[in-house]
């Protein structure tokens, strides 16, 4: 293999580098894949709890932080309807589920997987495991030198490497040295769509679920949470958590939580309740409400008297009660680590990319596809869409150079 130069050359058997793998070898590029875990696309089986939440149908910037421009750009290159076809021609039968999100008919991530990895076998790319680069050399062509003391020989590298979440199944932070080596700039990374550590104590809670809405200054998310030991986790938090885990670098951050996210006025709602039930104890004042272990503590937190009726309640507390329950102040101390964060924020700073292309404009000849890239989405099947959208856009611009 020292004497053979590959068209190209992909850093990465993920989601982005396998698909664009297909299209480079598809194509007619003689295509190889240095993937350093003895097993490709460990993280696609990772996904959606296994079962890989592979698009949303409802794709768009608005769910993803990172540059808009390329956001997009990429996202009008290769939509919604153009990922769900794509998977489709490749014999998967897909299901929409709520909120748009698109998973495989069998219920496994295994069925995206191995076609998109036996469809990049038979378009003629070869895919080499346990291969970790450890160096990548700018000449007439490419060097690329490996763990296991091979090189390889590349007209054209596409860094496809993933980051550093879920080390436990081959998350590094390798690709950034790769990156950087090759003159890019690096957003520190930072995990996102991870549980958020909570200053206040709510152990009691832990276990109980709930639907709010969160809000953390000037954006909200609404879904279910979840409490643990250590704070929250659910849809909601995780989808808070890229905002979150951008302004920790400030400090501790503020938020607040509403327990009654389709009541627009609960403090109103309650006062008319109020003069139906003022006769119940607290407990009972807020049964059908809310959930009994968050209602327990609202009353503790508040001080209300557990064996008063609510109209001999303090008027003040009473008060209070009812404003907290639709804005429960909280605060986020940290993100949970990187082997609990799905994604990470950070990365190859966008801006030394071409939108079009995603070839580097440090060092031409050389692509760098997915969560590499200072990119990251909204659970849901965003971010493994972008994936496969910037796997994609490159794979179509080295094509077309041949």
Not at 133 to 142: D, E, H, L
Not at 269 to 287: E, G, I, M, Q, T
């Amino acid at each position: 293999m020292e004497n053979t130069v590959y068209d190209v050359i992909i850093v990465g058997a993920g989601a982005s580098g396998l698909l664009c793998a297909r299209e480079c070898a598809r194509g007619g590029l003689k295509t190889l894949v240095l993937e350093k875990e003895q097993l490709p696309g460990r993280k696609i089986l990772a996904s959606g709890n296994g079962r890989c939440n592979l698009t949303n149908a409802r794709v768009a910037p608005a769910f993803y932080h990172g540059n808009e421009k390329l956001l997009s750009t990429v996202l009008s290159q290769f939509t919604y309807e153009n990922c769900r076809r794509y998977f489709e021609e490749l014999g998967i039968l897909l299901v929409e589920e709520e909120l748009g999100r698109i998973f495989p008919q069998t219920g496994k991530a295994t069925a995206v997987l191995e076609p998109l990895k036996l469809a990049a076998q038979e378009s003629g790319a070869e895919i080499l495991t346990g291969q970790t680069v450890s160096k990548i050399k700018r000449g007439k062509n490419f060097s690329i030198a490996t763990q296991t003391n091979q090189s390889f020989q590349a007209r054209r590298v596409v860094l496809a490497c993933g980051s550093c979440a879920y080390p436990q199944i081959g998350g590094s932070a390798g690709g950034y040295e790769l990156a950087r080596a090759l003159g890019h700039t690096i957003i520190p990374p930072r995990p996102t769509l991870s549980g958020l550590v909570l200053k206040e104590n709510f152990s009691r809670l832990t276990g109980v679920r709930a639907q709010v809405k969160l809000h953390v200054q000037n954006a909200q998310t609404q879904g279910e949470i979840i409490f643990t030991n250590y704070g929250i986790n659910g849809p909601a938090a995780l989808n808070a958590s890229g905002v979150i885990t951008r302004k920790l670098d400030g400090g501790n951050v503020p938020i607040q939580l509403n327990f009654l996210p389709e009541i627009a006025d609960a403090p109103a709602f309650f006062n008319a309740r109020l003069k139906l039930f003022s006769h119940r104890k607290p407990k009972d004042f807020f049964a059908g409400v809310l959930h009994e272990s968050i209602a327990n503590l609202l009353i503790d937190f508040k001080g209300l008297r557990k064996n008063k009726p609510m109209n001999e309640q303090s008027p003040a507390a009473v008060k209070s009660a009812f404003e907290t329950v639709s804005n429960w102040p909280v605060t986020v101390t940290a993100l949970r680590p990187w082997n609990e964060a799905m994604v990470a924020a950070g990365g190859v700073n966008t801006r030394e990319i071409n939108y079009n292309t995603f070839e580097s404009l440090r060092c031409p000849g050389v692509y760098v596809t997915g969560e590499l890239l200072d990119v990251d989405g909204q659970s849901g099947g965003f971010n493994l869409h972008f994936a496969w959208a910037s796997g994609f856009a490159a794979a179509t611009h080295l094509t077309q150079e041949k």
